[in-house]
């Protein structure tokens, strides 16, 4: 028999009719009605519960959100992200010729592509995911092969987005060294080395991203030269400086540029006023190459990623190692997906906590979708999950048993997708780009299905075959609190592409490294203990770098980490879901235009506080679902 289930909407909006004064004669009554918006506007979030077997689960969700299942596949896939993608195919396909094959042509490419995926990782789902699937699929009156690719394409698309961001990377302007003038004859050990003055202080060849600062106590009116380097040169037009959120560019008298080579471009930065002492500050440079792209147009340049440089001046006092980024106003950068977890010493009674903040792609889509589901199986812990309709799982989630997670993407090209290739690389001409696995949403589900704390939690992730990188926090009701990183050890190094970390765990430097204490965790979408997370190798002629290297990711996740690490730091021992709520709301930590849902776990006392349903998320209340029914 079909199981019972419920829908619960937010409470209809007073049509305007309704406020026509009573004596209002019958012709203005009509006029108002006929000119006046519907009475309820249709709920961007809604609550829903499922209950039964899985396919019976499957079936009510599918039913209950039948027209935002539908919605949701069009305007996100169909009308979104399949010409998103589709653009990538150039670029790929010069790269995996089979992309050129009529099956992938004529607008089929993004949907084949990640059809293909999805079948590969269908492997990896259980009988009782599958059904549920089939239920949502039913229910929805969309195909299953439909439903199986909206349920995956998150992993996918995230995978085959890196490979081709490497793509167009490999052919943009690289960074070859930064030099702080004078750095090397200022009597500070500017690299904190434990060496004064040495040959080539304040010099860094080869250049490589720092997760914290790359040089302190430089002199206010120190000059900054960045060595650019493209093998079809580095146009001077189009370099961009920010430093100190001032405009720096090739007509400012302050930047003096000079074309050392015909592959080399030597900037020099010399702000006409001495930067303030005592400052922690930031250099954003920026720059397109000489070649420009005319397939598919615009015709453009190619351009390398924003690179911030993080530094002090004289007087700071502080250590490379302990830099934390200020925010940039320059307007142009947003947050990344943020993830926290408290306890102890941080939270008011030591209440357990996780919260979340989750960005990625809303295209004016996702938040229309948005639902919050309470599972209730026939057999096993009853759970929420908070995401979008028609699909079986969320990002963030928490069960009766009181365990949590929290996951937000890290940007890898030690991911199935690229391991697919090397598998194929003896015959590139018939290699594709195929995702296998579990993507991370489905582990969340196993979380909630089966652990029973956080380490169990964080065990069910690690002994998992993951799909794509991804970062994590657990938590649980009795104060338990993991994190973990993983990769999908595609050269399989011993790691098994997992990276558990404790609190209390110190990198190289002395750092915790994702901790202020040891009772919390702040973790956003870049690696911060699996920072080597792949070889650096030529493919077929294309470059494969570790993260920090490229990922439009690892910059925008260090500044909201040191951002909320700051806050909690200050907030220890008043910490609450209110405080969660509002941390999570500041706009510092807020993406304005792919913000996708706010949650915060209170879990000792089993309710899930989220914000959805408009963008940015948190532009809208927290409203509170029980975990139990």
């Known amino acids: 028999m079909f199981a019972q289930s419920t829908l619960l909407r937010e409470k209809p909006r007073v049509g305007c009719a309704a406020l026509i004064p009573p004596k209002s ?45 539908r919605s949701f596949y069009t305007t996100l ?112 050990d500017n690299d904190n080395d434990g060496q004064v003055d040495e040959a080539g202080e304040g010099h860094f060849e080869p250049y490589i991203p720092e997760l914290f600062g790359l040089a302190v106590e430089l002199a206010p009116q120190a000059s900054i030269r ?77 351009f390398m990623r924003d690179e911030e440089i993080v530094f002090t001046t004289r007087g700071a006092g502080l250590h490379r190692r302990d830099l934390r980024r200020p925010p940039l106003t320059d307007g142009r950068t947003r ?50 999950t908070v995401g979008w309709a028609g699909i079986v799982y969320g990002l963030s989630g928490m069960s009766d048993r009181g365990v949590g997670y929290a996951c937000d993407p890290s940007d890898t090209l030690d991911n199935s997708v690229v391991g697919s290739v090397l598998d194929q690389v003896a015959d590139l001409s018939k290699a594709k780009l195929l995702a296998r696995g579990m993507p991370i949403g489905f582990l969340g589900r196993r979380i909630l299905e089966q652990a029973t704390d956080a380490a169990s939690a964080r065990d069910v992730i690690a002994n998992a075959e993951r799909a794509y990188g991804w970062t ?33 765990e110190l990198d190289a430097t002395g750092r915790r490294y994702a901790s202020t204490s040891d009772d919390d965790f702040v973790l956003g979408s870049n690696f911060v203990k699996n920072v080597p997370d792949i070889t650096t190798l030529n493919l077929a002629g294309q470059r494969i770098v570790p993260q920090r290297q490229w990922s439009g990711f690892f910059y925008r996740s260090r500044r909201a980490v040191d951002g909320a690490k700051g806050r909690l730091e200050a907030a220890k021992g008043s910490i609450d879901a209110e405080f969660l709520e509002q941390l999570i709301a500041d706009p510092q930590f807020v993406d304005q235009s792919d913000s996708m849902n706010a949650v915060v776990l209170d879990l000792a006392n089993l309710q899930v506080r989220s914000a959805m349903g408009q963008v940015p998320a948190t532009s809208g209340r927290f409203e509170v679902t029980e975990v139990r029914p």
């Open 226 to 302: 960045i060595a650019l380097t493209e093998v079809d040169g580095v146009d001077p037009a189009t370099v961009r400086l920010y430093l100190n959120n001032q405009l720096f560019t090739h007509e400012s008298p302050a930047v003096v540029m000079n074309e050392v080579s015909p592959t080399e471009l030597q900037v020099t930065l010399t702000p006409a006023t001495p930067l303030a002492s005592a400052l922690t500050t930031t250099l954003v440079i920026g720059a397109g190459d000489k070649k420009i792209i005319t397939v598919p147009l615009p015709e453009r340049a190619s």
């Open 472 to 504: 994590c926090v657990l938590g649980d009701k009795n104060g338990g609190l993991e994190a973990i990183e993983v990769d999908n050890d595609i050269f399989n190094d011993g790691t098994r592409g997992t990276f558990p970390l404790t609190t209390t």
């Open 77 to 188: 896939l169909t009308n979104s992200l399949f010409p998103y993608l589709s653009r990538e195919q150039p670029d790929i396909a010069s790269f995996l010729p089979e992309y050129a094959a009529e099956r992938y042509q004529n607008g089929n490419f993004a949907y084949e592509l990640m059809l293909d995926s999805a079948k590969n990782i269908e492997r990896s789902l259980n009988k009782a995911t599958r059904e549920e699937l089939q239920g949502v699929a039913d229910g929805s009156g969309m195909t299953y092969d439909q439903i199986l690719v909206l349920n995956t394409f998150v992993d996918t698309v995230l995978a085959v987005r890196g490979v081709a961001l490497a793509i167009r990377l490999a052919r943009a302007p690289l960074i070859k060294s930064v030099e702080f003038v004078g750095a090397d004859s200022d009597g500070v």
């Open 335 to 384: 947050p990344a997906p943020i993830a926290i977890g408290v306890r102890g010493s941080m939270t008011v009674g030591g209440a357990p906590y996780l919260a979340h903040h989750f960005s990625l792609l809303d295209a004016n889509t996702a938040h229309k979708h948005t639902i919050a589901i309470r599972h209730v199986p026939e057999t096993g812990p009853a759970f929420v």
């Open 25 to 69: 004669v019958t012709v203005i009554l009509v006029v108002a009605l006929s000119s006046c918006a519907p009475f309820t506007k249709p709920p961007t979030r809604e609550t829903i519960e499922v209950r039964g077997t899985p396919y019976e689960r499957g079936l009510s969700h599918g039913t209950q959100l039948r027209s935002k299942v």
